[in-house]
């Protein structure tokens, strides 16, 4: 981590933010090549979550009100474990403190006593200053921002935890755009924020960070994922069960994990194979990944079954340091049916029946002339409150009167003011609230794991070397052009055809600072995966020499034919080797 984390600041991928004013941790700014390798990384997920797969993209605003949280339930849920020293008032997650300081894992599913009697039976420091944590205090600390929205404080926002909500609470508008038909996505890639207790690892940890969620509507009892596209990829699995025994990260076959088990759900296995795909596509070294399975303790209560897809970013005989890239979860029906419960609004989707059905139906039709002068502005609530019970409880309507609960206190209806009845009625579908399958991920720290897995050092004529080994598709600058040197019209030709290429579309840079030995160490440190060399032959035959980043090979070309060369071997249509 120090080595890449010095490399990203010198090279410009990223540094810590506000370094002018002391910086302020957990806020981290992308430099000119970490901002390119990032939007590469949201293009990349673009294509694959959402174009390729049919999907529509939304951009909702980063603070909602707190009805919102309340409904969803983040006001009381999302919290993480805080302990502060009582001699230096660090803050620090004690889970975390845990982690680090004993052989115990994913301590975050303790309770806070837990944490407590945890912290004493270990000896617990503060990492600060040594002061022993025995005996502190463990609390439940929120992590969401409050905001006011407007003048004054009356009407209180928070700044989004995740990209999910603004999906979910505009469900209603998002349904119609999608026909009201089944299975339907909707995708966001966007800030989210977190006031994390203790930021750390640069970008891996921050308060302010980029998700990349889709949220996918379907029907459980009609509607499969396309298995066979992703049947016969080879996932890292590293089940529960192996987590529970001596078992190791296996690959297996997203068909015959999902058939077989260990994977339970058809759409989270589909994902986890789209998944597999992306990250190979973009640079994450597929044996340094795993997708692990939450244990039943670890899941959220509304998740039927998630896998987290963790990346390995230690360095070289180090113990392997996991960081979790993403989630893939089912959600059940958890989020549309709390909204639904706080709203007026349906958050469900009309499903027609093959053929229309006829079946007893049990209805109310209050007397509002009785109930409106003895219950006045009560009346309507106590409506809506008989025809609710009528839905769930029709047994309740068999005496004189049926009791209804308003504000906390009963209210009894005689039974001929409801106006209650059966009567079979035709229906010809019924409003049903799917089911929600998210496979949420971290921009941030997959940008971080490509780097960790790029980075390299080796030898070449006896010199020291950095490089980053990114894909092509991924790298920042395609290609760097040089001349051998700026003399003798060497630099004019070069700078015109470092012209042409950024004309054609390619990312380009010129260099003609010192020794070309030199250039090519830069451009190998920021990951260029090519080089273009404009020398004395260039000027008699039209061509020049094109250098591999990874071997340092180099094969001479025409110019004529560099801007389709060039763009061939970044799209994966040709390999050097070809040339």
Same mark, same amino acid.
């Given at each position: 981590m120090k080595a890449l984390t010095e490399l990203a600041k010198r090279r410009g991928f990223f540094f810590q933010t506000g370094k002018a004013y002391g910086g302020v941790g957990g806020f981290y700014t992308y430099g000119p090549e970490g901002a390119t390798l990032k939007s590469t990384v949201e293009s990349t997920w673009r294509d694959r979550w959402v174009t390729r797969e049919g999907h529509?993209?939304?951009?909702?605003?980063?603070?909602? *009100?707190?009805?919102?949280?309340?409904?969803?339930?983040?006001?009381?849920?999302?919290?993480?474990?805080?302990?502060?020293?009582?001699?230096?008032?660090?803050?620090?997650?004690? #889970?975390?403190?845990?982690? #680090?300081?004993?052989?115990?894992?994913?301590?975050?599913?303790?309770?806070?006593?837990?944490?407590?009697?945890?912290?004493?039976?270990?000896?617990?420091?503060?990492?600060?200053?040594?002061?022993?944590?025995?005996?502190?205090?463990v609390e439940e600390f929120n992590l969401m921002f409050e905001t006011a929205i407007g003048p004054g404080s009356t009407n209180k926002g928070y700044l989004r935890p995740e990209t999910a909500q603004g999906i979910f609470v505009d469900f209603p508008r998002l349904r119609e755009y999608a026909r009201g038909e089944l299975p339907f996505g909707v995708a966001q890639i966007g800030r989210a924020y977190r006031n994390e207790i203790s930021p750390r690892n640069a970008i891996v940890r921050t308060r302010e960070f980029t998700q990349a969620e889709l949220e996918l509507f379907f029907d459980p009892e009609s509607d499969d994922p396309p298995l066979s596209r992703v049947a016969n990829v080879e996932a890292?699995?590293?089940? !529960?069960?192996?987590?529970?025994?001596?078992?190791?990260? =296996?690959?297996?076959?997203i068909g015959e994990a999902v058939e077989s088990g260990p994977i339970a759900?058809?759409?989270?296995?589909?994902?986890?194979?789209?998944?597999?795909?992306?990250?190979?596509?973009?640079?994450?070294?597929?044996?340094?990944?795993?997708?692990?399975? =939450?244990? $039943?303790?670890?899941?959220?209560?509304?998740?039927?079954?998630?896998?987290?897809?963790?990346?390995?970013?230690?360095?070289? #005989?180090?113990? $392997?340091?996991?960081?979790?890239?993403?989630?893939? !979860?089912?959600?059940?029906?958890?989020d549309l049916s709390h909204h639904a419960a706080h709203t007026d609004e349906r958050f469900s989707v009309f499903q027609e029946y093959d053929e229309p059905r006829t079946v007893e139906r049990a209805t109310v039709d209050p007397d509002m002339a009785a109930l409106g002068p003895e219950y006045g502005s009560q009346a309507a609530d106590i409506a809506a409150a008989l025809e609710e019970l009528a839905e769930t409880d029709r047994s309740a309507f068999e005496g004189d009167s049926v009791t209804v609960e308003l504000d906390g206190e009963t209210v009894d209806v005689p039974i001929e003011q409801t106006g209650f009845q059966v009567a079979e009625v035709t229906e010809r579908g019924q409003h049903e609230t799917p089911t929600v399958i998210?496979?949420?991920?971290?921009?941030?720290?997959?940008? &971080?794991?490509?780097?960790?897995? !790029?980075?390299?050092?080796?030898?070449? #004529?006896?010199? =020291?070397?950095?490089?980053?080994?990114? *894909?092509?598709?991924? !790298? *920042?600058?395609?290609?760097?052009?040089? *001349?051998?040197?700026?003399?003798?019209?060497?630099?004019?030709?070069?700078?015109?055809?470092e012209r042409e290429?950024?004309?054609?579309?390619?990312?380009?840079?010129?260099?003609?600072?010192?020794?070309?030995?030199?250039? &090519?160490?830069?451009?190998?440190?920021?990951?260029?995966?090519?080089?273009?060399?404009?020398?004395?032959?260039?000027?008699?035959?039209?061509?020049?020499?094109?250098?591999?980043?990874?071997?340092?090979?180099?094969?001479?070309?025409?110019?004529?034919?560099? $801007?389709?060369?060039?763009?061939?071997?970044r799209d994966g249509e040709r390999t050097f080797e070809q040339l």
């Amino acid at each position: 981590m120090k080595a890449l984390t010095e490399l990203a600041k010198r090279r410009g991928f990223f540094f810590q933010t506000g370094k002018a004013y002391g910086g302020v941790g957990g806020f981290y700014t992308y430099g000119p090549e970490g901002a390119t390798l990032k939007s590469t990384v949201e293009s990349t997920w673009r294509d694959r979550w959402v174009t390729r797969e049919g999907h529509d993209e939304i951009d909702a605003p980063t603070i909602l *009100p707190e009805a919102v949280f309340e409904a969803s339930g983040h006001l009381d849920g999302f919290d993480d474990l805080l302990v502060e020293c009582p001699e230096c008032q660090s803050s620090h997650r004690a #889970d975390h403190l845990i982690e #680090d300081q004993t052989d115990i894992a994913e301590a975050e599913s303790f309770t806070p006593r837990e944490i407590e009697s945890l912290l004493a039976e270990h000896e617990i420091e503060c990492p600060s200053c040594g002061t022993p944590l025995a005996g502190e205090p463990v609390e439940e600390f929120n992590l969401m921002f409050e905001t006011a929205i407007g003048p004054g404080s009356t009407n209180k926002g928070y700044l989004r935890p995740e990209t999910a909500q603004g999906i979910f609470v505009d469900f209603p508008r998002l349904r119609e755009y999608a026909r009201g038909e089944l299975p339907f996505g909707v995708a966001q890639i966007g800030r989210a924020y977190r006031n994390e207790i203790s930021p750390r690892n640069a970008i891996v940890r921050t308060r302010e960070f980029t998700q990349a969620e889709l949220e996918l509507f379907f029907d459980p009892e009609s509607d499969d994922p396309p298995l066979s596209r992703v049947a016969n990829v080879e996932a890292p699995l590293y089940s !529960a069960a192996d987590q529970d025994g001596d078992g190791e990260v =296996h690959f297996e076959a997203i068909g015959e994990a999902v058939e077989s088990g260990p994977i339970a759900d058809d759409w989270v296995g589909y994902y986890v194979g789209v998944a597999t795909e992306w990250y190979e596509r973009i640079g994450i070294d597929l044996d340094r990944l795993r997708f692990r399975q =939450h244990q $039943p303790e670890e899941r959220a209560h509304y998740a039927t079954d998630c896998w987290d897809a963790e990346a390995d970013v230690s360095g070289p #005989d180090e113990e $392997p340091n996991w960081i979790e890239l993403a989630g893939i !979860a089912n959600r059940g029906t958890y989020d549309l049916s709390h909204h639904a419960a706080h709203t007026d609004e349906r958050f469900s989707v009309f499903q027609e029946y093959d053929e229309p059905r006829t079946v007893e139906r049990a209805t109310v039709d209050p007397d509002m002339a009785a109930l409106g002068p003895e219950y006045g502005s009560q009346a309507a609530d106590i409506a809506a409150a008989l025809e609710e019970l009528a839905e769930t409880d029709r047994s309740a309507f068999e005496g004189d009167s049926v009791t209804v609960e308003l504000d906390g206190e009963t209210v009894d209806v005689p039974i001929e003011q409801t106006g209650f009845q059966v009567a079979e009625v035709t229906e010809r579908g019924q409003h049903e609230t799917p089911t929600v399958i998210e496979p949420s991920m971290g921009i941030d720290r997959t940008v &971080y794991a490509i780097l960790v897995h !790029a980075y390299d050092e080796d030898e070449i #004529d006896g010199e =020291h070397r950095t490089v980053l080994r990114l *894909p092509a598709e991924m !790298a *920042p600058t395609l290609v760097g052009v040089f *001349p051998l040197m700026d003399k003798d019209g060497l630099g004019e030709r070069a700078r015109e055809l470092e012209r042409e290429l950024r004309a054609a579309g390619l990312a380009t840079t010129y260099d003609d600072s010192g020794a070309i030995g030199r250039r &090519y160490r830069r451009q190998d440190e920021v990951g260029t995966p090519y080089t273009v060399t404009v020398d004395y032959e260039s000027l008699e035959t039209d061509t020049v020499t094109i250098r591999d980043r990874d071997t340092t090979e180099q094969v001479r070309v025409p110019m004529a034919e560099l $801007p389709e060369t060039l763009a061939a071997l970044r799209d994966g249509e040709r390999t050097f080797e070809q040339l």
